[in-house]
């Protein structure tokens, strides 16, 4: 009896159907052409239940992006995820659920399917983060979770908010919507994106498999706050300052973070979070083309350099910390190439995938008429991608065995099927970023800067690769504080409970202890809330006549 492997059987299945994306993109590019399916449900007298299906070429390429990259995880998966049993089989279909979910969430038009979408990558990014069920999985699957919710309340108000517009079909009605309509999608999608202050759970996610990093944080959870705002897309109300700044700052924090991490992971994760800031940024200065460009052909790298982590992290033995690495391009050749042919592309170096949406960005951003302030953000954040890069790249591969020979030794030929998945995507992460360009004409546009500005990215590039070498040699340069600031993400965590106990030790109030992430989230606002409760309690437990003028006056504010 012939027993086929579900993992091999969806993974074809997922390619074929990426293949079939492809094409269809290619046509509606070439045509110029969209289609609008509907779907009638129930029709009962005069209410009409249906469903709405938007085709365009921006739909179809992200739908072949996402099962691109998911067909390739899925092949990955069989061999990563161990032993074929229950357990294995449950995460396969996990995985399946989630890409559904991403796909009713990019072809509707109409705010309610959406919402289905939206609310199934949420649930699901639970159940996968989850996975490995030891107490750092739950707590980053719960902070995961709430903070998603959060977006999920902000669609659900704009939903009911549509309802005095006639339909949930936003596309049509997009130049008569209010501006506050706008801002509440825009900081929903803050939510699904990760942007500052809601930035504390991609590097908690992390806790989640491989495989489902390489998916969750390339081309599914976190783009798809970006995709919303692309098809929610208004030059009048997008050209907005405050925004853009608050796209600049994710990516310069999550660039300063990602050099002060040991964590390999976590390091990846940081440099996905700086690269959703570029896209933000992007959009806020009303370049939509270049932001959708930006997001696939940054999908498709980072995928990559999740599935060789993932590679290197099994080759040692579970070990995530990159200290304890060193000269795996010895027993991992292969995912080595490949791990360097992705942080060359997203560092931009030239005529790699990275390098035609990041250059072109930041030269149409500069041709724009940026101020002093935002184009040298956006040249540090260039820099200090390079940077975080090639410190990611010595620690991992030029300094000598820092690990177990054991490990070394048992661990080095097992990657199997691993590989076809690398060389694949190695493949579209050498040449996705040409053919996007050559295909949808995106290169036409005439800009005429001076040589400084022309050669300036590179040269940021080339600095950062430089002292990201030479910064490896340098024990402690900054004073303590500086380190701490960075490596706890500028103070955003929520859950800083060792830090509490410390503190109840040494007998410090939990005020004086909390971050501003907290103080001005739900910890500060529960700590006044029970300290005003408290006092409330005392007044009343006081004299008869203290209570019968707290009565008095409460009556007062009810009238």
């Known amino acids: 009896m012939l027993v086929l492997n579900l993992y091999y059987v969806w993974s074809l299945l997922l390619f074929l159907m990426s293949m079939f994306f492809l094409g269809l993109c290619l046509n509606f590019m070439l045509l110029d052409y969209s289609l609008m399916i509907e779907w009638i449900l129930m029709s009962l007298n005069s209410l009409s239940v249906s469903y709405f299906i938007f085709v365009d070429w921006i739909s179809m390429g992200f739908c072949f992006v996402v099962f691109f990259i998911s067909s390739m995880v899925v092949l990955y998966s069989g061999v990563y995820m161990g032993t074929y049993d229950y357990s294995s089989i449950r995460f396969l279909m996990l995985v399946l659920m989630f890409v559904t979910s991403m796909l009713l969430m990019i072809m509707s038009p109409s705010l309610v399917s959406i919402m289905l979408g939206w609310d199934g990558l949420g649930l699901v990014s639970y159940c996968l983060v989850i996975y490995y069920s030891s107490l750092k999985s739950y707590l980053a699957g719960m902070i995961t979770c709430l903070i998603n919710r959060l977006g999920d309340i902000g669609l659900l108000v704009s939903i009911s908010w549509l309802f005095g517009y006639g339909s949930w079909n936003f596309m049509f009605y997009l130049e008569y919507y209010g501006n506050y309509i706008f801002y509440l999608i825009m900081i929903s999608s803050f939510t699904k994106s990760a942007q500052i202050p809601f930035s504390s759970w991609l590097p908690a996610a992390m806790a989640a498999p491989t495989p489902v990093s390489a998916l969750v944080h390339s081309s599914t959870l976190v783009t798809a706050g970006v995709y919303l705002l692309i098809r929610f897309y208004s030059y009048l109300i997008f050209m907005n300052y405050f925004f853009m700044f608050v796209g600049i700052m994710t990516m310069t924090m999550s660039s300063f973070c990602a050099n002060y991490e040991f964590d390999l992971k976590k390091i990846i994760a940081l440099s996905t979070l700086s690269q959703l800031g570029l896209m933000m940024s992007c959009l806020f200065m009303g370049l939509v083309d270049l932001s959708l460009f930006h997001l696939l052909s940054h999908a498709m790298f980072k995928s990559l350099l999740f599935l060789c982590s993932g590679v290197i992290i099994h080759l040692m033995g579970g070990s995530q910390d990159i200290r304890v690495m060193g000269s795996i391009c010895v027993s991992l050749p292969l995912t080595c190439s490949c791990f360097n042919i992705a942080n060359m592309s997203l560092c931009g170096v030239p005529f790699l995938s990275g390098f035609y949406s990041k250059d072109f960005i930041i030269e149409v951003g500069v041709f724009n008429g940026l101020n002093m302030f935002y184009l040298i953000f956006f040249y540090l954040g260039l820099g200090m991608t390079s940077l975080y890069s090639i ?35 190695s493949v579209f992460s050498l040449s996705f970023g040409c053919m996007f360009m050559w295909l949808t004409n995106l290169d036409l546009g005439f800009l005429v800067l001076p040589f400084s500005i022309k050669v300036l990215s590179l040269l940021m590039v080339s600095l950062g690769i430089y002292l990201g070498y030479e910064l490896n040699f340098i024990s402690y340069l900054m004073p303590n504080k500086y380190y701490f600031l960075n490596g706890s993400m500028w103070f955003m965590y929520s859950y800083s409970y060792g830090l509490l106990k410390v503190s109840y030790m040494y007998g410090l109030n939990l005020l004086n202890t909390m971050y501003w992430g907290e103080y001005y989230g739900g910890a500060g606002l529960s700590f006044y809330l029970g300290s005003v409760s408290n006092l409330m309690q005392l007044m009343f437990f006081g004299s008869l006549k203290g209570f019968c003028l707290m009565l008095i006056i409460w009556l007062f504010f009810l009238i």
């Open 391 to 425: 410190r990611l790249i010595y620690y991992t591969l030029l300094v000598g065995y820092n690990y177990n020979s054991f490990i070394y030794s048992g661990l080095g030929g097992m990657i199997y099927h691993m590989k076809y998945s690398l060389i694949m995507l």
